[in-house]
């Protein structure tokens, strides 16, 4: 076994396969961007290495920079993780060049199937099952369309390079195909550099269902059985679960012939992932899937496979790499229980899943459930990486069991310094048809409406938010409450008041003072605290985190006034730095509550602006092709005497 590994990664998938290393006495090596000198990767490992500045392609992505660190630190292996550089041929050779080893299979399998179009031509050789759709190299937006309309609506594009939902549109009629084309296209070039898109025809009621194979270099394969990762947003995945529900022992058994015959077809080592897509219309069918690719790594969800198994993945992929064989058998590998593993993304379901950075002011997770975090308290969440805070993963001896488990863990996970969507999964995990196994990829747009709700404002909760004012109040002598305008007023000893622009109105929580400490009310009634964590924003704004949701309140400050409340509604701004790729009002044109206003790529993906509320576009701001700062003004609204105040 290797003595000392480096790890090209950073955030969870980091901390995930250091914390094997280290159970298996193998020394550890980060590697880390002028952004993340304090990341909680760095501080783990036993040595770090500083790669570059923050962008990616010039840090986590610089293959000598990253091989460099190898062999300045004397690490015999490198492993990629997710994402990076870890299906990257180039780094599989440059890695084998220096005499490393390369955690991952021989560059040849990750290059089979790195592009989406020629994975699929080598499998129907193979004789798996594809899904129907034009591979073509004549890339002309009339071919393109033509053979969408061969195929039949709906069709999806793909980029042939894609990965994570990226430069995917689902298109329903001829008439969008032209528009949908051209915003795949741009997303395919932003985020792979290569505007190649391949057509499939749209499975009805589609299913992911993926299965987990291992190889190694004595010519064995096993399946770690299938996962379920259907319930996604953008097609990218939000849950993901282990075994999936409704699976036959039929179409198992013939979903993972075919997972191997896929493996076996690439001479495959390490852990890899093949996808299919599964019609689900009348249930799972074992004549019913298709192959989708194959990824040549660990995926983000592999930790519902570990739980199933009772194995450790990264483990496996290290004694392959040291050229051990496979630690067990087919024959020896079954599935105990259900797991479900649910992502937790800085991200503000309440803007269209907008990723929201800033600094995590509050970080604390429960303690019954496995998390693997890539973050903690304190970290600031940027621009530069993906915004996932946390996995969350649940296991028991049944899915609802898992499933309730998962829901009562988000619902006690608490974050403030970023919006995060723990208020949705907890809903999509308790939502009936989620319970009840009705899963498919449309899950998460049908019920949009029940899982994305505005936070609510309980007294409750400005009961708990009164109560962390008062008792982070200093008490220091000479300490006069009068010098701060912020809402906290003393009227005698037996009384506090503690005011809130709650919803943009004040609201005022009396403390009443009594023997067994402060008693909140409101409006003169007495007020339950909710049961929540509390803390205090950077702007000096309170921050309630009950149910996974994260309630910010600021305090009433007299002197501000209104106009403070006020001030956001007339216009747009960019939530984080980009560029436009579009814009889609003009000045003088009315707007509907949710209607499209402008698309900014950012973090290389597109976000559509929407109009807060009815009203009349004044400016427009920006143009196509404008790079924008944070905060960045896109559109100005007309004052108007009559709107909705
Ligand atoms: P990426 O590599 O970008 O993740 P995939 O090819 O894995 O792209 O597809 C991502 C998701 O898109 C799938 O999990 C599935 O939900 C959906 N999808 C892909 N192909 C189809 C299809 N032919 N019909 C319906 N949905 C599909």
């Known amino acids: 076994m290797f003595a000392k590994l480096l790890i090209a990664n950073r955030g969870e998938i980091a901390l995930r396969v250091m914390r094997t290393a280290r159970r298996m006495g193998i ?18 490992a036993d040595e770090a290495v500083h790669i570059g500045p923050a962008p990616a392609a010039q840090s986590y992505l610089n293959v000598a920079a990253i091989i460099a660190a190898a062999r300045q630190t004397g690490a015999q292996a490198i492993h990629p993780g997710y994402g990076f550089l870890s299906e990257k041929a180039e780094f599989a050779e440059a890695c084998a060049a220096a005499g490393i080893v390369f955690v991952g299979p021989p560059a040849s399998a990750i290059r089979a199937m790195g592009l989406k179009d020629r994975a699929k031509a080598l499998m129907a050789k193979a004789g798996v099952p594809v899904v129907p759709g034009y591979l073509g190299d004549d890339q002309s937006a009339d071919r393109l369309a033509e053979e969408a309309a061969r195929i039949g609506w709906p069709v999806l594009i793909k980029a042939v390079a894609g990965g994570g939902g990226k430069g995917m549109r689902k298109v329903e009629r001829a008439q969008d195909f032209a528009a949908a084309l051209d915003g795949a296209r741009r997303e395919a070039k932003a985020a792979f550099g290569d505007d190649r898109v391949l057509i ?64 076996k077809a690439v001479n495959y080592t390490g852990a890899g992932t093949v996808e299919f897509i599964a019609d689900a219309s009348e249930g799972l069918k074992a004549d019913r899937f298709w192959f989708m690719e194959m990824n040549t790594r660990l995926q ?61 002011v509050h970080l604390k997770f429960p303690d019954d459930v496995r998390v693997d975090f890539g973050v903690r308290q304190g970290d600031e969440v940027t621009v530069h990486y993906d915004p996932m805070i946390a996995k969350l993963i649940a296991h028991d001896a049944t899915r609802e069991g898992a499933a309730a488990k998962l829901a009562r863990a988000i619902r006690h ?13 907890a809903r999509a995990l308790s939502h009936p048809d989620f319970v009840k196994g009705d899963v498919d990829t449309g899950f998460i747009g049908r019920h949009s409406a029940d899982l994305v709700r505005p936070p609510e404002i309980t007294n409750g909760v400005l009961a708990r938010a009164a109560l962390f004012v008062a008792e982070s109040r200093p008490h220091a002598p000479g300490y006069d409450p009068w010098d701060v305008h912020d809402g906290f007023r003393l009227t005698g000893a037996a009384k506090e008041i503690v005011e809130f622009l709650a919803d943009g109105r004040k609201t005022a929580v009396e403390l009443l003072h009594t023997s067994d400490g402060r008693e909140p009310a ?114 100005r609204f007309a004052k108007e005497k009559s709107a909705a105040a």
């Not at 020394?27 to 909680?40: E, G, H, K, Q, R």
């Not at 592999?302 to 483990?315: F, Q, R, S, Y």
């Open 413 to 425: 996970t608490e974050v403030a310094g970023v919006a995060t969507n723990a208020a949705f999964l």
């Open 522 to 635: 409101i409006g003169g009634t007495p007020v339950e605290p909710a049961h929540a964590a509390a803390a205090r924003m950077p702007n000096g704004d309170i921050a309630v985190m009950c149910d996974g949701e994260t309630v910010i309140l600021p305090l009433y400050d007299p002197f501000a006034g209104a106009e403070a409340a006020g001030a956001a509604t007339d216009r747009i701004t960019t939530p984080m730095p980009g560029r436009i790729v579009q814009v889609l009002v003009k000045p003088g044109e009315r707007v509907t509550p949710r209607q499209p206003l402008a698309v900014l790529e950012a973090m290389k993906m597109e976000h559509t602006l929407y109009a807060p509320a009815d009203a009349l576009v004044a400016t427009v701001d920006v143009s196509p092709g404008d790079q924008v700062l944070e905060g960045a003004v896109v559109v």
């Open 27 to 44: 020394a550890t090596v980060a590697v880390y961007s002028d952004a993340d000198a304090n990341a909680a990767h760095v501080a783990e």
């Open 200 to 263: 499939e025809k749209y499975v009805a009621r589609p299913r992911h269902i993926e299965v987990q194979i291992f190889g190694d270099s004595h010519g064995h394969v096993v399946h770690l059985f299938e996962r379920d990762c259907s319930l996604q947003r953008r097609h990218q995945k939000v849950i993901e679960e282990a075994p999936a529900p409704g699976m036959s022992q039929a179409m198992r058994r013939k979903m993972s012939e075919a997972a191997v015959k896929t493996a």
């Open 300 to 360: 983000v969800e592999h930790p519902v496979t570990e739980a199933i198994t009772g194995l450790d993945l990264v483990e496996w992929q290290l004694r392959v790499a040291a050229g051990e064989p496979l630690p067990r058998t087919q024959e020896q590998l079954s599935i105990n229980g259900h797991a479900i593993e649910a992502r937790l993304c800085a991200e503000d379901p309440q803007k269209g899943f907008l990723p929201s950075i800033g600094r995590l």
